[in-house]
């Protein structure tokens, strides 16, 4: 008899707590109704790409030395470099250079390591095409800048969530003169600059002092 | 009909009767009453049958503009204003769609299924009550009428998950059937105490006796079990997340609407939405007292120094008892669309152990609770 009422009991005892859980659970779902949605509407909006963004390389012709620096480190050997030997300058002539970045994999180590400089990573990750043959890009249209988001003139740009000025989780019609939470790089290497010319100054206050007792 | 109790009838305003004034106003243009009845017969129908086609189209609108708020994200947008206009282009695109009919499928059946599946749940209107005389027609039998008709629905279900000779809506359609007998059972009887409390399978005979003091009065209070019970079994009915088996996309593809295109789904995705709303109307006119005021009317018409008979208070009753009945329906709506997002599927095993072990066993232990009561406090339980 016992057994049995602890069994009803436990049966109880179970049933309440799916209710509970079940009330918890709509209590989450129905908190979402008033939150924010996080939508950005993609060809009308679009997110800033942050300052590290990998997108599709650009290439300056006119830097590049055809070391092939950039094909060693790249995991693919992808970029191709078509040079010539000139004999009597005894120098590389660069005639071709191409990337496809429909195998690229956007990890930026050709960036990394060219010693001239001529390979940057854009903000470009609209590369969309109808022919995957259309995405080996060759020296000039590597060379092309992609349209920034922030001037595009049919697009409303929104900041990112790390780019919101402090406690603002909305990047709808946030003036762009207000600045995002933390220091910039340029803040941060001002403050240094000065704490440096401060240090400067001390120093040479002390030393003044350390000579007059000197004297 | 056994007639309600006198406390009640002495209680129950006459109401407004639309009826009766278009009767007598087709009398006074030199028409039989027989012809003045057979001219009004129509009205009432159409004018539900349209109701419940504008209720589709808001729970559809709702529940996607729901669904995105609680993921979220914006929903609908640009279709009308705040996309209310986007149920009305699916069902266009539906609309105009080719209506395919699958070349191994039984084509009799294939489109039998669908019909079927529609006309019990556009017919079980006939006895949801916006009023006192605001219903197509009072049948005694009422709310019996709509469980025997709900019971047509797991046939054209079955109809069309075999018809389409394939595998998924097959199961489908067995899941379904299953599903929905399973969970007729406690449904019939959990309203089977509240008959006993009403002593009336009328409609508006349930929603009279529950509107003696107001809000206190509702079924609510007097039978909490019954209506979780209810509210349960109506969406295990009408296949509604956390019951949607007989559809489950992640496994059955669509179950038995698998292999329908065009208007044949539409069907299908209409009876599921009438489905829905008429199973919302329902749990507040048996729980919640239908076109009741939470204050009764008597007390504010007196309290207004009006008197109830009035013409003003009659109509402005009849337009409230209207929008009482639907905001009730549609905070149940919302509900429904809320645990859709909160609730994970059962499994088919769970299913049927929640109906038959648990759901079962505490209705027929809360019909007889039930029962106890009327006989130990007849005052409050109906004697």
């Known amino acids: ?215 | 009909m056994i007639p309600p109790a006198p406390v009640l009838l002495a209680l129950a305003a006459p109401g407004l009767d639309l009826e009766l004034s278009f009767s007598q106003a087709m009398q006074g243009l030199g028409l039989s009453a027989q012809l003045a009845h057979i001219l009004w017969l129509p009205l009432p129908m159409l004018l539900v049958l349209v109701a419940a086609v504008i209720g589709v189209l808001v729970t559809v609108w709702l529940e996607r503009k729901i669904s995105a708020a609680a993921q979220q994200r914006i929903g609908p947008e640009y279709a009308g204003a705040l996309g209310i206009l986007q149920p009305m282009a699916d069902g266009l695109k539906l609309l105009v769609k080719e209506d395919v009919i699958p070349a191994r499928a039984d084509a009799l059946l294939f489109t039998l299924g669908p019909v079927l599946v529609l006309i019990p749940v556009i017919l079980s209107w006939l006895i949801v009550p916006f009023g006192q005389n605001l219903l197509i027609s009072n049948v005694g039998i009422g709310i019996f009428l709509w469980i025997s008709l709900s019971s047509i629905q797991p046939i054209g279900l079955l109809m069309s998950g075999y018809a389409s000779n394939n595998k998924y809506s097959l199961l489908g359609g067995l899941r379904a059937a299953a599903q929905s007998i399973s969970y007729e059972i406690p449904l019939a009887l959990s309203v089977l105490a509240i008959v006993m409390m009403s002593n009336s399978l009328s409609t508006v005979d349930i929603v009279q006796q529950q509107n003696t003091a107001g809000l206190l009065s509702w079924n609510v209070w007097r039978q909490p079990i019954g209506f979780l019970i209810f509210w349960i079994c109506a969406l295990a009915e009408c296949e509604r997340l956390p019951f949607d088996l007989p559809e489950a996309e992640e496994e059955l593809v669509a179950g038995y609407q698998t292999e329908y295109a065009g208007m044949k789904f539409a069907l299908f995705y209409l009876g599921s939405y009438i489905n829905l709303i008429l199973s919302a109307l329902l749990v507040s006119v048996l729980y919640l007292g239908g076109w009741g005021f939470p204050i009764p009317v008597e007390w504010l018409a007196s309290l207004l120094g009006q008197s109830i008979d009035s013409p003003f208070v009659q109509v402005f009753t009849g337009s409230m008892g209207i929008m009482m009945t639907i905001i009730k329906a549609y905070l149940l709506v919302f509900l429904a669309i809320l645990l859709r997002w909160t609730t994970p599927r059962v499994r088919i095993d769970q299913l049927l152990d929640l109906g038959w072990k648990f759901l079962l066993p505490i209705s027929l232990v809360n019909l007889l609770f039930t029962a106890a009561l009327k006989l130990a406090f007849p005052l409050a339980f109906g004697g």
Request: glycine share 4%.
């Open chain 1, 1 to 215: 008899m016992t057994s049995f009422l602890k069994k009803v009991a436990d049966y109880t005892r179970e049933a309440v707590d799916a209710a509970n859980y079940l009330a918890k659970g709509l209590s989450v779902t129905f908190d979402h109704m008033r939150r924010r949605p996080v939508t950005v509407q993609y060809p009308y909006e679009k997110l800033i790409p942050s300052e590290r963004y990998r997108g599709r390389i650009h290439y300056e012709f006119d830097k590049c030395i055809a070391c092939e620096v950039c094909v060693r480190v790249c995991p693919i050997n992808l970029p191709v470099v078509d040079w010539v030997m000139n004999k009597e300058t005894k120098k590389k002539e660069l005639r071709n250079y191409s990337i496809d970045f429909g195998v690229c994999i956007f990890c930026g180590n050709c960036v990394e390591y060219c010693p001239t400089n001529c390979l940057s990573m854009t903000e470009e990750y609209e590369l969309s095409t109808f022919d995957r043959h259309s995405l080996n890009f060759d020296n000039v249209a590597l060379g092309r800048l992609p349209t920034s988001v922030t001037t595009d003139p049919s697009v409303h740009p929104l900041r990112e969530l790390a780019y919101l000025p402090k406690g603002v989780m909305d990047p709808h019609d946030i003036p762009s003169s207000q600045s995002r939470a933390g220091k910039l790089p340029s803040e941060i290497i001002q403050q240094i600059n000065q704490e440096s010319a401060l240090d400067k100054t001390t120093k040479n206050l002390s030393n003044i002092s350390a000579a007059e007792k000197d004297n």
